[in-house]
């Protein structure tokens, strides 16, 4: 099927069997290989992209559902030689070990800070509280990614010092 | 994942009939639950009608001062509505308790309702479910039924429903919106949405073929508390081991039956003055255990009892 | 042969006079990493397109494959190739006896027989990804099915010791735990866990003529690489293997799986490049996991604590056809002083995927019965915990009577007491309160064995001053790009900027790989010597080139830094002198061996877990909130790859204790749990605050560098920190882990609660 999906600024056309995946799409059509296979089932958070702005697990998603959409993958935040300040933090911070569920964890969290910004809760938000950066709602915000490498702490410094930097 | 064929659909009028006309054709709007189901052959429609984008997201009030948040507004819209999360608070909290914030993005509130078990032998291809495949057996009666049905089950089947919205929508007396094959539009309650498996594990819902979720609609809230809590093995992006919705004098719980389970006997003995622990007790009467999961009767017991205490001194 | 006090030379990582060992150094690799930009074996662009290979596994636990139908599958649409059984293309057999250090050959679907559940039995291999998969589900097996043996608890009486090992007795056990006046007495149970590693097994092979390029995922480069020439019958020059990124290993990466040797097989067969990933499903089965335990623990005390007598046996279980064993009753022969004791293990053959080695093999595991034993003994002494510990540390190793290399424990468990603010916690469980919380504070000590295996490298300087480490070793997470690199920069005196490191490729000088928390001493040792060779031969090209500043100096006089050789105040560029001198660059190689007296010492790594839980008395839940490990561990290269490793071995710990384990279906031999839906590995909500401290140690017993491994110790004894803070809360010892609500459940109700 013919699909067209804007990703990273760039309009993509692609003709794919309806099955494939958005996940599959990216790393194995447009062999944008950031965004991670981990386990294919929306159960570990690795295939985190943004469409639209709105972080979502790419591997549970058909591409031809996401026709004339937006995607942000890894590669469209910053480049080694142009960090995100959210890639820069990461690595400052040593929020990963392994490196698989990394690009995942980037992209939520730019997800995240946006959700936070439009006030979505999440079950650690305070009954009609706004919710707010602190420690509590970041892991809870970032349980939808696991790192097995369990660099947990870190990802929460990394977090926290990236959203310092971008305020 | 079987090949199946794709299109978008342009109206609700068009998806239903678009359904009737195609043989093995489902609905998919977000797809979290669907696509996970495919790709194991759990599920293996012919044809998929995306229903993702028809204009059925907003968040509208009623006449009646209620709520009617349409089908397609994500997980994560519904719970985040000001107006939910201010007369609602049960609904907002039971949302963000289920899935990821990932899945809460892209998973739809009608599709929220739609989601299967999560019965590790329904999962389990190379195992008998009749569920599944009906008339195979059930692998789970005999099986590691640790999180098992302890309301409601049958000799076919003793899966429970994982959603924990619909658990606060069943307490709070909502009611689900459809279009049928036909294009007439009906409302029912939402405790009139989900099965129990009887004879027929393989039928979760009384939806007819073809027909569609296109909202659901909130009554003014009940008067009194509205608590919700659940219990599970990890504390973040795991499915319940139970859960409780109470709202004002409804309770209903979650993950211990086929659907979404109101509690009548424990709300009947509420309002008779029982205390919160008796009212449990009088719920549980009625509850049975598979082998593994007798654990579920006492911790939904002492979940319930704490909820609804905790309700209770939120209104003195 | 070398003795360790040839490592007594001072060395410039001792020295560190650059000032970059120990350093908070980011990444080497990380830009890469957090760009996305990393590729692993499956993202590697193969010279054309690749196809798509998919495995299929068994559905039965014991039995023949009596026939394979094919047909459906090869009518698919894009469907290239389909095997079998009966069809693979032959291989090496495998040799009846293997070892692990030894490269052995690996044949895929190798025979007829069905050893356990989810085995694989047949390829699929088409044009797409979506074809694969779904021509996967079309092929049908028949099994002749035999009765299999699968539920560990039914055959622990038929457990044996394990092939060529004893129990190993100090002094007369059973007297004297018959004779102390206080004794514990405990069976603790671990279950069979699986590693879960991010990144699913994978594969992208290619030919070129007789030659193979695989891309994988694996631990181990060379005995990888030679076990697949074996496998397929080729000279092993015939093979390059090579991994560059690792999305995890944890031991379950130091064996390869059929999507090597498939890939490898059927890129020939088809004559294009072939790629294979296992499902995460497949995971689960085809790869090996940790085994479930059974831990018999008896301690006997005087009743002022001093242990007279101290045992632990373990029994677990491997494949049938396996061998491997849990030593989880090895840490405790080096842990605590006692006169009397009694240690060993008992295998149980089972019809159930393979056992083998996940983070820290033995201690991960043990260390969840003694350490809890030891709490439990402390309470029954009316004892600090700390306080029984310190009582019971020996002058000597226990069992052998050997010195320690050094051993600082008890400074581990003293200053982790002062930070955590052990002092308030009240022996008497369930006395706090927050919230719906019953709160407990826990500890336990921590112990895992260091090691030293042979290894090479070679280190290259060219015109630029670059100087390039080459290595056949991995990095799978643990930081060993990062510290090849710092062991350069500090060894020539180079900026860290002016080093490249090349590591995961078989046609570089070879390594063990990553494993046993041996990978950066063992790494590290052979490029600190590659590096002392380089600098050799630098300075005497340096004193002997006429043209060169330093010209007819002392070669031993040459100093290093900034970029500089120098003798005194003459210098000159590195680069300079290499341009100038040797303009093809000069390569030096390294080497390293374990030491011929090394194991006169008892050598190990040390810690203490403070743990702070909250259980809802209620539900049952848990929740870690506050954890700090202080360890002990040798110099450490890197502040920040170290403490995540600490941190990430602690992690694990919490899970074993909280919510790790998979279970069998006895009637299938199936795995319940066979995702990560299900398989529950914490998220980042179930961890609060956590921390690690690196105590300053130097072991010079250990390598050249006085380094030691970090990667296992943080798992070890970090779950047991957890079950006694659970105690700790609410009064309620659970024995099988992991402790999820409803067994805590179970004790609450028992007490009254």
Same mark, same amino acid.
């Given at each position: 099927?013919?699909?067209?999906?804007?990703?990273?600024?760039?309009?993509?056309?692609?003709?794919?069997?309806?099955?494939?995946?958005?996940?599959?799409?990216?790393?194995?059509?447009?062999?944008?290989?950031?965004?991670?296979?981990?386990?294919?089932?929306?159960?570990?958070?690795?295939?985190?992209?943004?469409?639209?702005?709105v972080r979502i697990n790419s591997c549970l998603s058909l591409a031809v559902m996401h026709d004339g959409d937006e995607v942000t993958s890894i590669e469209g935040l910053g480049t080694t030689e142009a960090l995100h300040p959210v890639q820069r933090a990461f690595l400052t911070e040593d929020a990963f070990q392994c490196g698989y569920c990394t690009p995942g964890q980037i992209c939520s969290t730019v997800g995240m800070l946006a959700e936070l910004e439009a006030a979505i809760p999440s079950q650690e938000t305070p009954r009609g509280a706004k919710p707010a950066l602190t420690d509590a709602e970041i892991r809870e915000r970032m349980s939808g990614n696991i790192c097995r490498c369990s660099a947990y702490p870190q990802i929460v410094a990394a977090i926290k010092s990236a959203a310092e930097a971008m305020a | 994942m079987k090949a199946f064929t794709y299109e978008r659909a342009q109206s609700a009028e068009a998806a239903v009939k678009a359904a009737t006309a195609t043989p093995a054709a489902k609905f998919i709007a977000g797809g979290t639950n669907l696509l996970d189901l495919m790709k194991l052959e759990i599920e293996q429609p012919q044809h998929l009608i995306d229903v993702g984008r028809l204009p059925m997201a907003a968040v509208e009030d009623t006449a009646d001062g209620g709520l009617k948040i349409g089908a397609m507004a994500s997980n994560s819209h519904a719970a985040a509505d000001p107006r939910v999360r201010q007369r609602y608070p049960l609904l907002s909290e039971a949302i963000v308790a289920g899935g990821s914030p990932q899945?809460?993005?892209?998973?739809?509130?009608?599709?929220?309702?739609?989601?299967?078990? @999560?019965? #590790?032998?329904?999962?389990?291809? /190379?195992?008998? +479910?009749?569920?599944?495949? !009906?008339?195979?057996?059930?692998? =789970? %009666?005999?099986?590691?039924? @640790?999180? #098992?049905?302890?309301?409601?089950? /049958?000799?076919? +089947?003793?899966?429970?429903? !994982?959603?924990?919205?619909?658990? =606060? %929508?069943?307490?709070?007396?909502?009611?689900?919106?459809?279009?049928?094959?036909?294009?007439?539009?009906?409302?029912?309650?939402?405790?009139?949405?989900?099965?129990?498996?009887?004879?027929?594990?393989?039928?979760?819902?009384?939806?007819?073929?073809?027909?569609?979720?296109?909202?659901?609609?909130?009554?003014?809230?009940?008067?009194?508390?509205?608590?919700?809590?659940?219990?599970?093995?990890?504390?973040?992006?795991?499915?319940?081991?139970?859960?409780?919705?109470?709202?004002?004098p409804n309770v209903a719980l979650g993950m211990v039956a086929h659907k979404p389970w109101r509690a009548v006997d424990a709300e009947a003995a509420l309002a008779a003055g029982a205390t919160p622990a008796e009212a449990m007790a009088r719920e549980l009467d009625g509850a049975s255990s598979a082998g593994r999961n007798d654990f579920k009767i006492a911790l939904v017991a002492r979940l319930g009892a704490a909820a609804l205490a905790e309700a209770k001194g939120e209104r003195t | 042969?070398?003795?360790?006090?040839?490592?007594?030379?001072?060395?410039?990582?001792?020295?560190?006079?650059?000032?970059?060992?120990?350093?908070?150094?980011?990444?080497?690799?990380?830009?890469?990493?957090?760009?996305?930009?990393?590729?692993?074996?499956?993202?590697?662009?193969?010279?054309?397109?690749?196809?798509?290979?998919?495995?299929?596994?068994?559905?039965?636990?014991?039995?023949?494959?009596?026939?394979?139908?094919?047909?459906?599958?090869?009518?698919?649409?894009?469907?290239?190739?389909?095997?079998?059984?009966?069809?693979?293309?032959?291989?090496?057999?495998?040799?009846?006896?293997?070892?692990?250090?030894?490269?052995?050959?690996?044949?895929?679907?190798?025979?007829?027989?069905?050893?356990?559940?989810?085995?694989?039995?047949?390829?699929?291999?088409?044009?797409?990804?979506?074809?694969?998969?779904?021509?996967?589900?079309?092929?049908?097996?028949?099994?002749?099915?035999?009765p299999a043996q699968l539920v560990f608890?039914?055959?622990?009486?038929?457990?044996?010791?394990?092939?060529?090992?004893?129990?190993?007795?100090?002094?007369?056990?059973?007297?004297?735990?018959?004779?102390?006046?206080?004794?514990?007495?405990?069976?603790?149970?671990?279950?069979?866990?699986?590693?879960?590693?991010?990144?699913?097994?994978?594969?992208?092979?290619?030919?070129?003529?007789?030659?193979?390029?695989?891309?994988?995922?694996?631990?181990?480069?060379?005995?990888?690489?030679?076990?697949?020439?074996?496998?397929?019958?080729?000279?092993?020059?015939?093979?390059?293997?090579?991994?560059?990124?690792?999305?995890?290993?944890?031991?379950?990466?130091?064996?390869?799986?059929?999507?090597?040797?498939?890939?490898?097989?059927?890129?020939?067969?088809?004559?294009?490049?072939?790629?294979?990933?296992?499902?995460?499903?497949?995971?689960?089965?085809?790869?090996?996991?940790?085994?479930?335990?059974?831990?018999?623990?008896?301690?006997?005390?005087?009743?002022?604590?001093?242990?007279?007598?101290?045992?632990?046996?373990?029994?677990?279980?491997?494949?049938?056809?396996?061998?491997?064993?849990?030593?989880a009753s090895n840490f405790a022969r080096s842990l605590y002083a006692a006169p009397n004791r009694l240690t060993g293990h008992r295998l149980v053959k089972l019809d159930l995927p393979h056992a083998g080695a996940m983070r820290a093999p033995g201690e991960a595991s043990g260390m969840l019965s003694l350490e809890v034993a030891m709490d439990e003994l402390a309470e029954k002494l009316g004892m600090d915990p700390i306080q029984l510990r310190i009582l019971n540390e020996p002058e000597v190793d226990p069992e052998t009577g050997k010195p320690f290399s050094i051993r600082q424990l008890v400074r581990c468990m003293k200053e982790g007491a002062q930070l955590f603010g052990w002092d308030r916690r009240l022996p008497t469980p369930g006395q706090v309160r927050d919230g719906r919380w019953l709160v407990g504070f826990g500890m336990a000590a921590a112990i895992r064995g260091n090691f030293l295996l042979p290894a090479r490298c070679s280190f290259f300087v060219d015109a630029e001053g670059v100087i390039t480490v080459r290595q056949g070793m991995t990095d799978i997470g643990t930081g060993t790009y990062t510290v090849l690199a710092q062991i350069a920069a500090e060894t020539l005196g180079v900026p860290l900027g002016a080093v490249r490191v090349e590591i995961g490729d078989s046609e570089l000088p070879p390594a063990p790989g990553s494993g046993g928390q041996f990978g950066a001493a063992t790494a590290g040792s052979a490029a600190l010597d590659a590096g002392m060779n380089l600098r050799k031969a630098i300075a005497e090209l340096a004193v002997a080139d006429a043209g060169s500043p330093l010209f007819g100096g002392r070669p031993d006089q040459v100093t290093f830094q900034d970029g500089v050789v120098a003798i005194e105040n003459r210098s000159e560029r590195l680069g300079d002198l290499i341009r100038r001198a040797a303009p093809d660059g000069l390569t030096a190689q390294g080497e390293i061996r374990p030491a011929a007296d090394a194991r006169n010492w008892s050598q190990h790594t040390y810690g203490a877990h403070f743990c702070e839980v909250g259980v809802d008395p209620v539900t049952g839940e848990t929740r870690m909130r506050r954890m700090l490990g202080v360890f002990a561990a040798g110099r450490?290269?890197?502040?920040?790859?170290?403490?995540?490793?600490?941190?990430?071995?602690?992690?694990?710990?919490?899970?074993?204790?909280?919510?790790?384990?998979?279970?069998?279906?006895?009637?299938?031999?199936?795995?319940?749990?066979?995702?990560?839906?299900?398989?529950?590995?914490?998220?980042?909500?179930?961890?609060?605050?956590?921390?690690?401290?690196?105590?300053?140690?130097?072991d010079d017993k250990a390598n050249p560098m006085g380094i030691k491994g970090v990667g296992e110790l943080g798992i070890s004894g970090a779950g047991a920190a957890v079950a006694n803070a659970i105690y700790n809360a609410c009064g309620v010892r659970v024995r099988d882990y992991p402790i999820t609500p409803d067994k805590l459940l179970a004790g609450l109700m028992a007490k009254g609660m």
């Amino acid at each position: 099927m013919r699909t067209t999906i804007t990703v990273n600024g760039q309009a993509r056309a692609l003709d794919l069997d309806p099955r494939t995946t958005l996940l599959d799409a990216l790393r194995e059509h447009l062999r944008l290989t950031g965004a991670k296979k981990g386990c294919d089932h929306g159960q570990c958070g690795a295939c985190t992209v943004l469409v639209n702005g709105v972080r979502i697990n790419s591997c549970l998603s058909l591409a031809v559902m996401h026709d004339g959409d937006e995607v942000t993958s890894i590669e469209g935040l910053g480049t080694t030689e142009a960090l995100h300040p959210v890639q820069r933090a990461f690595l400052t911070e040593d929020a990963f070990q392994c490196g698989y569920c990394t690009p995942g964890q980037i992209c939520s969290t730019v997800g995240m800070l946006a959700e936070l910004e439009a006030a979505i809760p999440s079950q650690e938000t305070p009954r009609g509280a706004k919710p707010a950066l602190t420690d509590a709602e970041i892991r809870e915000r970032m349980s939808g990614n696991i790192c097995r490498c369990s660099a947990y702490p870190q990802i929460v410094a990394a977090i926290k010092s990236a959203a310092e930097a971008m305020a | 994942m079987k090949a199946f064929t794709y299109e978008r659909a342009q109206s609700a009028e068009a998806a239903v009939k678009a359904a009737t006309a195609t043989p093995a054709a489902k609905f998919i709007a977000g797809g979290t639950n669907l696509l996970d189901l495919m790709k194991l052959e759990i599920e293996q429609p012919q044809h998929l009608i995306d229903v993702g984008r028809l204009p059925m997201a907003a968040v509208e009030d009623t006449a009646d001062g209620g709520l009617k948040i349409g089908a397609m507004a994500s997980n994560s819209h519904a719970a985040a509505d000001p107006r939910v999360r201010q007369r609602y608070p049960l609904l907002s909290e039971a949302i963000v308790a289920g899935g990821s914030p990932q899945l809460r993005n892209k998973a739809s509130v009608g599709g929220n309702l739609m989601q299967r078990t @999560r019965c #590790a032998y329904f999962y389990d291809t /190379s195992k008998p +479910c009749n569920k599944r495949q !009906p008339g195979a057996g059930c692998a =789970a %009666l005999e099986g590691l039924n @640790r999180n #098992a049905a302890i309301f409601g089950a /049958s000799h076919a +089947c003793i899966a429970t429903h !994982p959603s924990d919205m619909a658990v =606060a %929508l069943a307490a709070l007396d909502a009611r689900v919106e459809t279009l049928s094959p036909t294009g007439q539009a009906r409302s029912f309650p939402i405790l009139e949405l989900h099965r129990l498996p009887a004879e027929r594990p393989e039928m979760d819902t009384h939806l007819v073929p073809g027909e569609l979720i296109t909202a659901v609609v909130l009554p003014p809230p009940p008067k009194g508390a509205q608590v919700y809590r659940k219990v599970r093995d990890r504390a973040s992006y795991a499915g319940g081991l139970a859960s409780i919705a109470v709202a004002g004098p409804n309770v209903a719980l979650g993950m211990v039956a086929h659907k979404p389970w109101r509690a009548v006997d424990a709300e009947a003995a509420l309002a008779a003055g029982a205390t919160p622990a008796e009212a449990m007790a009088r719920e549980l009467d009625g509850a049975s255990s598979a082998g593994r999961n007798d654990f579920k009767i006492a911790l939904v017991a002492r979940l319930g009892a704490a909820a609804l205490a905790e309700a209770k001194g939120e209104r003195t | 042969m070398s003795s360790v006090h040839d490592w007594e030379a001072p060395n410039p990582v001792k020295t560190n006079r650059s000032g970059l060992i120990g350093k908070a150094v980011d990444r080497y690799e990380g830009p890469l990493k957090v760009t996305g930009t990393a590729p692993y074996a499956y993202e590697v662009e193969p010279p054309s397109p690749a196809a798509y290979g998919v495995l299929v596994t068994s559905t039965v636990a014991r039995g023949r494959i009596v026939a394979a139908d094919t047909a459906a599958a090869e009518a698919a649409p894009g469907v290239l190739l389909v095997w079998t059984p009966f069809t693979v293309p032959a291989q090496a057999e495998r040799p009846a006896v293997t070892d692990f250090w030894s490269a052995s050959a690996d044949p895929a679907l190798e025979d007829d027989r069905v050893r356990y559940f989810g085995q694989a039995v047949g390829l699929v291999v088409a044009d797409t990804l979506e074809n694969a998969t779904a021509a996967a589900k079309l092929v049908a097996f028949s099994y002749e099915q035999e009765p299999a043996q699968l539920v560990f608890d039914q055959h622990l009486g038929e457990a044996r010791d394990p092939p060529g090992e004893s129990d190993v007795r100090v002094g007369d056990f059973e007297a004297a735990f018959a004779a102390a006046p206080v004794t514990l007495e405990g069976t603790w149970k671990t279950p069979l866990q699986n590693h879960c590693q991010m990144e699913p097994c994978a594969t992208t092979a290619w030919w070129e003529g007789d030659k193979l390029t695989v891309h994988t995922s694996v631990q181990m480069v060379r005995r990888t690489q030679q076990g697949l020439a074996l496998t397929l019958q080729i000279p092993k020059e015939n093979v390059r293997l090579l991994t560059r990124y690792i999305g995890g290993g944890f031991g379950g990466k130091g064996s390869s799986y059929e999507d090597l040797t498939l890939a490898a097989l059927a890129a020939r067969a088809l004559d294009r490049p072939v790629k294979i990933a296992l499902t995460r499903q497949q995971m689960m089965t085809v790869t090996i996991h940790r085994p479930a335990t059974v831990m018999d623990v008896k301690l006997g005390a005087t009743p002022d604590g001093r242990l007279t007598a101290m045992s632990l046996i373990t029994t677990t279980h491997c494949n049938r056809r396996g061998t491997f064993t849990e030593h989880a009753s090895n840490f405790a022969r080096s842990l605590y002083a006692a006169p009397n004791r009694l240690t060993g293990h008992r295998l149980v053959k089972l019809d159930l995927p393979h056992a083998g080695a996940m983070r820290a093999p033995g201690e991960a595991s043990g260390m969840l019965s003694l350490e809890v034993a030891m709490d439990e003994l402390a309470e029954k002494l009316g004892m600090d915990p700390i306080q029984l510990r310190i009582l019971n540390e020996p002058e000597v190793d226990p069992e052998t009577g050997k010195p320690f290399s050094i051993r600082q424990l008890v400074r581990c468990m003293k200053e982790g007491a002062q930070l955590f603010g052990w002092d308030r916690r009240l022996p008497t469980p369930g006395q706090v309160r927050d919230g719906r919380w019953l709160v407990g504070f826990g500890m336990a000590a921590a112990i895992r064995g260091n090691f030293l295996l042979p290894a090479r490298c070679s280190f290259f300087v060219d015109a630029e001053g670059v100087i390039t480490v080459r290595q056949g070793m991995t990095d799978i997470g643990t930081g060993t790009y990062t510290v090849l690199a710092q062991i350069a920069a500090e060894t020539l005196g180079v900026p860290l900027g002016a080093v490249r490191v090349e590591i995961g490729d078989s046609e570089l000088p070879p390594a063990p790989g990553s494993g046993g928390q041996f990978g950066a001493a063992t790494a590290g040792s052979a490029a600190l010597d590659a590096g002392m060779n380089l600098r050799k031969a630098i300075a005497e090209l340096a004193v002997a080139d006429a043209g060169s500043p330093l010209f007819g100096g002392r070669p031993d006089q040459v100093t290093f830094q900034d970029g500089v050789v120098a003798i005194e105040n003459r210098s000159e560029r590195l680069g300079d002198l290499i341009r100038r001198a040797a303009p093809d660059g000069l390569t030096a190689q390294g080497e390293i061996r374990p030491a011929a007296d090394a194991r006169n010492w008892s050598q190990h790594t040390y810690g203490a877990h403070f743990c702070e839980v909250g259980v809802d008395p209620v539900t049952g839940e848990t929740r870690m909130r506050r954890m700090l490990g202080v360890f002990a561990a040798g110099r450490i290269l890197n502040w920040k790859t170290a403490r995540s490793q600490l941190t990430g071995g602690m992690i694990w710990g919490v899970a074993s204790a909280l919510t790790e384990g998979n279970a069998i279906d006895p009637r299938y031999g199936s795995l319940i749990n066979q995702d990560l839906a299900s398989y529950l590995v914490p998220v980042q909500a179930d961890i609060g605050e956590l921390d690690a401290i690196m105590l300053d140690e130097v072991d010079d017993k250990a390598n050249p560098m006085g380094i030691k491994g970090v990667g296992e110790l943080g798992i070890s004894g970090a779950g047991a920190a957890v079950a006694n803070a659970i105690y700790n809360a609410c009064g309620v010892r659970v024995r099988d882990y992991p402790i999820t609500p409803d067994k805590l459940l179970a004790g609450l109700m028992a007490k009254g609660m």
